[in-house]
């Protein structure tokens, strides 16, 4: 079955957020200056842009987060407490 564009725009949208912490993880591990400590954190924190508007969009159509919806925001929580306790 052919997605619609609608839908896989949804579906980056959601998923972007792993692109996000990724970048933040490798700032945080690899990098390690205090520089790249800020810019670690200003990735991740970019990182709640998509799926928080796409739960905007998702509220304003009266449609169901999902699973991508649960996933990027369960893996953004759990990496924000993951980087806190290693970086905070």
């Known amino acids: ?3 619609t ?6 579906d980056n949208m959601w998923g972007s957020a792993a692109l996000f912490v990724c970048a933040a993880f490798f700032s945080f591990v690899a990098v390690r200056t ?3 400590d800020k ?3 200003i990735l991740y924190l970019c ?3 998509p799926p928080t508007g796409m739960a ?3 509220l304003t159509k009266r449609r169901n987060l999902g699973v991508g919806g649960a996933f990027s925001f369960l ?3 759990v ?5 806190w306790l290693n970086h905070g």
């Open 39 to 41: 810019v670690g954190w």
């Open 75 to 77: 893996l953004l929580m």
């Open 56 to 58: 905007i969009w998702c």
């Open 34 to 36: 205090d520089g790249a």
């Open 5 to 10: 564009r609608e839908q896989m725009v949804a």
């Open 79 to 83: 990496s924000g407490v993951l980087f």
């Open 47 to 49: 990182g709640w842009i």
């Open 1 to 3: 079955m052919k997605k």
